[in-house]
């Protein structure tokens, strides 16, 4: 358990921003995160909303069908969050 879910504890939503934070430079898919962090596909997508929502996560179509995600490096809030989950990493 690292600090971010020491303090928030573990979600859903906490468990596919940090993948998110550790892939920043690079765009996924659903079904990479999916894969990557354990949940399923229907939850990635449940939690991952309220990210692009807030301009946190930038979803781009590829193709009909198929959207990429990735991180919003020119949002300030996102920002916050990479220098707060920086911080609080560093030991």
């Given at each position: 358990m690292d600090a971010l879910e020491e303090i928030f504890g573990k979600t859903a939503q906490m468990t596919v921003l940090k993948n998110l934070i550790?892939?920043?430079?690079?765009?996924?898919?659903?079904?990479?995160?999916?894969?990557?962090?354990?949940?399923?596909?229907?939850?990635?997508?449940?939690?991952?909303?309220?990210?692009?929502?807030?301009g946190i996560v930038i979803e781009k179509p590829l193709g009909k069908q198929i959207r990429t995600f990735r991180l919003n490096l020119d949002n300030e809030k996102t920002h916050l969050i990479l220098d707060f989950y920086t911080r609080l990493n560093e030991k």
């Open positions: 550790q892939h920043r430079n690079e765009s996924t898919y659903l079904s990479g995160i999916a894969e990557e962090t354990g949940l399923s596909h229907s939850s990635v997508a449940r939690v991952i909303a309220p990210l692009i929502k807030t």
